[in-house]
């Protein structure tokens, strides 16, 4: 159905007119120095967004009854500004339901998002614990909870910033999990595994992702932590001989798996299993920021085997990729 | 009933016999040179505790059915060894109920409990927000609750560390936020005197004092912050109609009133009630410690216009006692 | 007098002359790419500021005898340039006496200043201690000193950076401090309200508010701190019989009133009064930066139930106002 | 040959005689206040140390010939000091050669060090890049070198404080590395394992375990980092033809492993090998000391399902031994 | 030869064409929104560096056949747009041999080298030490090291970022050094003094300057602290009898010259010619930064007796001029 | 006149009786176990200090009319417990006036102070600048303020700290200072002299060494950089004439000389002499320490070519002599 993408814009001629879906981010009513009213929306899909003018409120053509969040039938044409590409609404209305589909509208995960919740559904079933297994099997089982976990991103803006991008962090954390506690007699597996499966679960309430990725007004307040503990208690409450001890240690997970109190979290990992939380979710995240980087190097046509620029979720320092650089001396 | 004290103990001759009723806070066996077994034990009053010792425990009057937490009446006498006073049991056995009354058992207020709860009584009843007031009806409502929320000590060691200290330090906060709200119009009233009441209502279950004042393992592992959150939610949740937003700042509150990350706070105080919320709460703690500092240097027969010694409760710094300091520039 | 104001030229026609009173706020010359010179002005008055040209250095009608500080009449018109605003200069003078007042050309308190002077007034008649009130009342006496405190801004930029800001933010902190030594027996009330009064006194010195609001050299090399101290030590050194004790102790409040070290108070807080003196101070900037972001935010056209952006004055954290956001919960 | 340790004396009868072989630690003369010399010593074995005197320096059963480091056969009897043992030597001479194993002198791994170093063998074995393997190969091919590797301790107190050490540390840290790089593509395998292998190799230079474990001065000076990249600079460079950019890499592991530069390390770890090593290792040592620290409850008769004591290598933090806690769920 | 240079080329009309030598910074090919390609060049000299464009690349008045790090010739002329001048390329080739100075083409030292070289050699004849006064000759008297170490610039941007930086850097601290030598007997001066020639040695591997300044990628993840220390032990490799302390004493001043972990030195000075080091490097960037921030202040025209603006290199504290500032007072 | 020492004691036999005259620093009645009364008496000279215990209260030969700070004349004998030399004290009276020197009464320079003096003024006198001469002049030659100048220590515990310890730092400090104002054109040479000899002057307010060393508690309140300041300040204040300008850069380098805000400094040095005094003043404190730790370490029989312990005044860092180390390279 959608067929023209926002990244295919950019090569447009100026004043080709063409029609296309897009999901409206933003949408502000503005005034020429004429005195004009006039919008500034914001268009997204999953490759981008672009800016658009609607200079003519009162065109019959123009529809009235759209909001940020709506997906938008357009037809226009691109004009270019110091290298910043526009585009000119010249026809526009709200997308009827099934011509477009929502999950083309934001960028989201290229994984399959259906195999990745089999995964995750093979880990639990995996459990030997009753208890956790119930636990999770309960949490995950509520339809509108599962449907959240498979379209959440793990976060606005760092590391895994797009839709499915939760459960792709926690797949990818779950190998490496296992791995961990094939390693180390002293971690209870399955505690460990239940620790990374709901570690980020309050992400689904703290952030939005209807119109792109940002916080709830109660996400700033109260933080992905203390929901995702919210959730798992009540989860819990209804769970009759829930073990206490338990609970607590799952709880214990959730609270302390950014590993510092100045990272938001109220207490340190003090049991084995959150300590190897904390290890496997800090290093996951900065072997994905590495490997982002320099996917983001080569797109920006770096040479492979240059330093990259310095990067913010690594601390300002710049890396090497090593493979690319050793390269050339293995030829 | 209680007519001996610890604080007594100290004055007594050797070998002098006397009776009276302690709390065992610590029992533990250990063994003499010669092998032979003997019971070490930490007796204590709201006077002090004592260490006690139990040298012939097949002897038929000495009771074997105690354990750390019972209360017990002890026949003994004094013995000193390097300044240092120990208590030689002869007899004991365990208090018969109504013997001995638990509150003189431990360090407590001074203050009369039923007055401050009358005085805690009285404020909720002041609350003109209906739902604020529904909250702390029902959740003061539950008689063990309200039960703990009268005994519990503020703290394990460092400010009112004593029975009815919760309290105690509540009673005072609230006549500071009064007078902080009546200045600033930018503050609900309502909402802060409900964030001064349960702002520490965690440390009910974050502390035990049983048998002298400590921390709970599940308190360890989650913190009075997590605790108190779980139970305020849990009191909302039974409540029907409770809006969403003011359940959101409530638990706010909570949340961010150690005013950093660093201090085990997950969120920062967001909104005004939480900034004075976190404000009168140190502050108060602080005028404390002062207070308390100059009480004991008082105590402990420094001269009233000195310094006192370094207070770890204030970066290590001395203080002066402005009054006392002054006094002579005054006469 | 001055009936035009600079934020009533954003909305004047391009080419409209009109004639008003500024304060010229920076004067410098400059050479076009033909080589020409001209001036480049800062223009202000309490509304805001804007930048003026000069083109034509030798018209009659330009006077050469203005210096930044002046005030001047202008006849000018608007030009505007990618949403810049800027005067373009015709004819120009400097003002008459009398014919502008200095108090409507920078940003100033919305406050009565004569009764807010009233007010410190009675504050000082009130104090008991008649050494204090000697101090207050030879300090405060002092007509040059006197005119400085009235005018004073608090600060160059974060909190009532304004003319008559630091005797506006000494009345809200005087109301505050009032309560809190009501609150604690501890603190002696009129050393107290003599710390609040004296803190920020040396602001006087360190700052200037002639040509818009700026450090002096002076006031960077030596600080308000120590500025306040030689003004207060140079006072009392002209009271006969001012006792040294209660010297130490008002100049150590001011030295330590910034509470850490780090914030560029030599001394941390020894004594109660300097304690309450650090937090009384410390919380009002900050409930003041609250309520300020909250206009800022409403003027910006921000919904009232939004987060605001992060916040500089207190640790880039966004803030909520309450109130706003419970208010569709109330209906 | 050995058959009384250190840990048997402490149940031995006063006055009991004894003969025994330990290595003597130190060793000083120091006077009665009678002015008579007399020898203070510390003797030790794998099972702790023990302080022993000689009062007849005289006699003629005791050798004047043996210094700390020395091995010494001992003939003697415990006394007892307020709960300290002392050892009294009645006959002390210098253990023959083939008398006695240094490996039974001081604390060592329990694992099968031939065993391990098998292993380690193995790994190089496996490796597929030729340089790399060259370097390992040369380097742990030189006896002294390999002698030492095997030997030494992983560090002066903190984990793996026993001969055999830093092998066993490696061993684990291996195991982790390969499930790792299996985990990631990004990661070289071969770089990883060289780093795990070389990080540490500079121990053997900054400690000395000839009498207890302590630091060269060298050591001291310059470090474990430095001395490590000096030791595989030398063998690199009598390496022909060793790719300079290889070079590079596994000098900036060995630089970077300690992952912070408050930590010594003066490079961040800018390549995924680099920043898989140092979270291997860090993790690594982590659970070491979580094991130790359960192990060590254990040892002092701590109920299995307390908390700890706080741990100083985990920041002053309590833990739980999950398993043990849940133990009681279970049942 | 040169006689045009960047620095002349601001002044310059539009249009004017002018021939010069200069120094490719930097080469990139672009394409126009016509789908063009062009280039984007970056040429310098020791005066600063341009923007230039060259359009039309087929012109066979272009060569093809140069590349960054070339000298070439340039007709051509300067335009402006937005006060950027650029320059437009019409004829371009390589420079002959001999045709001009590289000296010329970046910023480099006002000093004389030679006499600068004259003046290290001579503090190395003075040593009275054989053992560093040979080490110091053999490595200076490397000619292909001597070459760099009298080209390379002490760091990339911070102090002495020019040509013969490094060297000005040295001789300016061998001045301090020997004064603090002669102050303080506990001094080794022949110890200190070659830690002053030592210490940044590493820098003419951590930096390249043939095209403006910059890191090398070995140096960014290696260090000019273990570059340093690499040549300096090779060097000493060579150097039959060199005593091994006096080894450990010269690397442990280049390890540690920095003073602090945080700012790269994996130790601690620990020797007091170590601290002397550290310190008087400190201090001399320090004066150094004053002094260059002092030159800027005036060259952009700011009066003399006013305080700069924040300086990056001290924390962002503004400076003055305390000569300039009393002139006034001096009159 | 004295000629038994506190240092002396340590080697009499017990017993043995002996006269001499001390200084009171300490003066406590305590309480024996049989509730007698007794005097535990501080007693030191310029070599140390001895406990000392007066037992019968009620003998003639002991008077009761002494305090701390007087000087007495003791008839004793020594007693040894556990290492620990004590004094008991058979008769006392206090010293009559010219029995006893107060100079050999605290640990005192080595250093011949009226030598040192002399020093001082002659640099005083070789100052060009007429008002910082006038200044200094006036300053040292108040009498009162010059005999504190010579007589105060430099320090409670760290450096210096002894009678004449602030003039014998000051000395060392002019020393180097002239050396580095001599490399620096920048500096100005009398401003810098003027700083090193104002700059710790406060501390003869700040701290009192009647009876050992200690704070004032004007000194804890105000700090010696505010006593310092305020003593320049109304020194500069009887001086006519003296230029703003050069009392504001007086002022702030008594201000900035500690150089950090954390440590105690409330501003950071702006002007090149400030920066200079904070780094020879910092420089000078830390080779002080190294110096006398290694010859403490060799008064306490340390071998010379160990590292020393910990260092607490060097961040806990270890240190090494270099000569004492190299010696046996050298032979």
């Known amino acids: 159905m959608k067929d023209i993408y926002v990244s295919d814009l950019v090569g447009f001629d100026e004043g080709r007119?063409?029609?296309?879906?897009?999901?409206?981010l933003n949408k502000q009513q503005r005034t020429t120095k004429q005195n004009k009213p006039y919008w500034n929306l914001a268009l997204g899909d999953k490759t981008g967004q672009i800016e658009a003018r609607v200079w003519d409120l009162g065109d019959p053509r123009i529809a009235k009854d759209f909001e940020a969040g709506d997906m938008v039938k357009v037809r226009g044409g691109v004009s270019r500004y110091e290298d910043r590409v526009?585009?000119?609404?010249?026809?526009?209305?709200?997308?009827?339901?099934?011509?477009?589909?929502?999950?083309?509208?934001?960028?989201?995960?290229t994984r399959d998002v259906d195999e990745l919740w089999r995964q995750l559904q093979a880990t639990v079933a995996s459990l030997a614990n009753p208890d956790l297994k119930r636990l999770l099997e309960t949490l995950l089982g509520d339809p509108a909870l599962a449907q959240a976990y498979r379209e959440a991103p793990a976060a606005r803006q760092l590391h895994h910033a797009w839709l499915g991008g939760l459960l792709e962090h926690v797949i990818s954390l779950l190998g490496l999990a296992e791995r961990v506690a094939a390693h180390y007699p002293l971690l209870d597996r399955d505690l460990l595994v239940t620790g990374v499966i709901l570690h980020d679960v309050g992400k689904i309430r703290e952030l939005k992702w209807e119109t792109g990725?940002?916080?709830?007004?109660?996400?700033?307040?109260?933080?992905?932590?203390q929901m995702?503990?919210?959730?798992?208690?009540?989860?819990?409450?209804?769970?009759?001989?829930?073990?206490?001890?338990?609970?607590?240690?799952?709880?214990?997970?959730?609270?302390?798996?950014?590993?510092?109190?100045?990272?938001?979290?109220p207490k340190?990992?003090?049991?084995?299993?959150?300590?190897?939380?904390?290890?496997?979710?800090?290093?996951?995240?900065?072997m994905?920021?590495?490997?982002?980087?320099?996917?983001?190097?080569?797109?920006?046509?770096?040479?492979?085997?240059?330093?990259?620029?310095?990067?913010?979720a690594l601390d300002q320092r710049q890396l090497l990729n090593t493979k690319a650089w050793l390269g050339k001396d293995r030829k």
């Open 17 to 24: 007119l063409f029609d296309g879906f897009f999901l409206v």
């Open 86 to 109: 526009q585009l000119k609404v010249e026809q526009m209305r709200k997308a009827q339901p099934g011509e477009a589909d929502r999950l083309d509208m934001l960028p989201a995960t």
């Open 213 to 225: 990725f940002d916080y709830t007004i109660e996400g700033v307040l109260l933080g992905h932590i």
């Open 228 to 265: 995702g503990v919210d959730l798992v208690e009540k989860t819990i409450a209804g769970l009759p001989g829930f073990p206490d001890r338990l609970r607590t240690l799952v709880l214990h997970m959730i609270l302390s798996h950014h590993g510092k109190l100045e990272f938001g979290s």
């Open 268 to 286: 340190l990992p003090m049991i084995p299993e959150a300590l190897a939380l904390n290890f496997v979710d800090d290093f996951d995240a900065k």
């Open 288 to 312: 994905q920021a590495m490997a982002s980087e320099f996917e983001r190097s080569a797109r920006e046509g770096r040479a492979p085997d240059a330093l990259t620029g310095k990067v913010w």
